[in-house]
């Protein structure tokens, strides 16, 4: 049975693999993008069955927009892949406020209006909202502050969006991807650095240079294909790893997680003891 599928970011990386490789199963796609970058070349091919709407993910009107069109036009929206994003490197010292609210507008707000759009039409089909996170989204390291902050808030509200619509029949996988050859890493934005970090900026830079030639990512089609397998699943997790050369880090770093939970247990522990509601406690508290 033909779906309609509502993918952000569908110009580029990821997105545009995703939408080349649903259409080229027999699907539809609703593009949202800023651009229409390499998706010119699909439309020729899948006139009647891809939708193109240009638009800024950071605008909540846009994406409303986008996705009452396409549904009109499809009549129904089936699976929506929420994937837009962006980059941004530095010490979070370093990061501006500018720096820090486009980020957080991208990656974060995008998400939750791309939820908030879609989510009628997906209860109205029992469908699938699959949500692009980040091995960022579980770990962060040094410089990624930002964008792992923005990925840990995608996973917080995706994690309750999933119990949100659960009994409507939809269900919700936030997907991890590691490292994939998109054009994330071209328009990665870097904050100015400071010289009290130079230290560490320049280990940084030594590291990255010995890596010069030797780095390894994945083709983004190998991502779009899982991603498509995902969809067709009866019982899809909740969360998706996508990565083979990162898999085992990140388990372990979650083990490390609840060590260090383990670690203090008994101050925990001690630091907690139920006792009734205080009368008045909710005295002038509108509920």
Known sequence: MTKTWFITGGSKGIGFE??????????R????????GKLASLKEKYDQSLLICLGDIEQREAVFAAAAKGAEIFKGIDIALSNAGMMLGGMIEETTEEEARKIMNV??????????ALSPYLRNKQGRFIQISSIGGIMSWMTSGMYSASKFAIEGLTEALAQE????GVHVTIV????????????????ERFSDYQELHQQMDDFSKEQEGQATDSDPALAATAIFKL???????????????????????????IADWKKEEALSRASEKLIPMPEGYLEGTEL
Do not use: C
């Open 165 to 168: 619509l659960a009994p409507f």
């Open 107 to 116: 990656n974060f707000f995008g998400s939750l209006w791309t939820a908030q």
């Open 18 to 27: 995703t939408a080349k490789f649903v259409l080229e199963n027999g699907d």
């Open 231 to 257: 969809a067709a699943l009866p019982e899809p997790p909740l969360r998706l790893l996508l990565s083979d050369s990162l898999f085992d880090m990140v388990i372990e770093a979650t083990e490390n997680k």
């Open 176 to 191: 991890e991807p590691g490292g994939y050859w998109t054009d994330l890493y071209k328009n990665l934005h870097n904050s």
């Open 29 to 36: 796609v609703i593009s949202f993008s800023r651009t229409e």
